[in-house]
Every structure is written in C-alpha cells, then in structure tokens.
C-alpha cells in the first residue's frame, strides 16, 4: 500500500474528499474502496485503529473510524456533527466494517442500518 491513490471520479474512488490515516500515521487522500478494505483488513496489534475524514466537513467533526480490539473485536463508529451526534457499533468482523465505512465514504442512504448503533456521549 502506498499513499498515493486516485482522485475524485476515478474508477473505484469516492465522491466525497476524504482522508484516511492509520495507526502509524500514514494518510491516505481520497481512498478507493479497495483501498479502505485493504486498511480495515491490515488493522490489528500494532495497528489498531483507521480514521477516516470528510474533508469537506465543518470543524472536523464528520469522520467514521473503527477500531479492532486486542480480544479481536471490532468498534465502529461515526460523528455527524457535534457531541451529541457521536454514534458506536459492534461489528462482526472485518467485512462488516469494510461494508459500513465504504457505504458510509460513499454517502449510500442505508449505511446506518447494517450494524446497531448506540450514542457514545449519553
């Protein structure tokens, strides 16, 4: 994997810019879906954790990531605005993640109904 991904309107790439980064601080601009499944699918001891970023946000506050736990569960979740809009999951698996993080980088209607989300900020 490297940094270096298409742009806006290639084939494979999102609508949305974005940014992905990683554990060890690596980014990754405008990713394609495969690229995220290959993140999600590199994630574990070492390299917990992907964060991805809607550039054209306000505040930075619109970003989905996921974590994969050392007892190798999976954490999703999502921010859509401020605090009171910060939302987490429990996944399956990685495909699941992959599954809910490019619907969400695509911006499909349906990405919150694929896992069960709860607020994170009660």
Known sequence: MNSTTPGPGAPGSLRRPLRARISDGRT?????????????????????????DRLDAPDG????????RPDGSWIV????????????AAAPGPSAVHQVLAAWALGLPDWRGRLTWQPVFQ
């Not at 990754?28 to 991805?52: K, T």
């Not at 506050?61 to 994969?68: E, G, I, P, V, W």
């Open 77 to 88: 979740e999502y921010r859509d605005g401020g605090r009171n809009r910060h939302y987490q």
């Open 28 to 52: 990754f601009e405008n990713p394609s879906i495969g690229l995220l499944r290959d993140l999600v699918y590199a994630l574990g001891p070492g390299n917990p954790y992907l964060v991805i």
């Open 61 to 68: 506050d619109f970003y989905a990531q996921t974590l994969h």
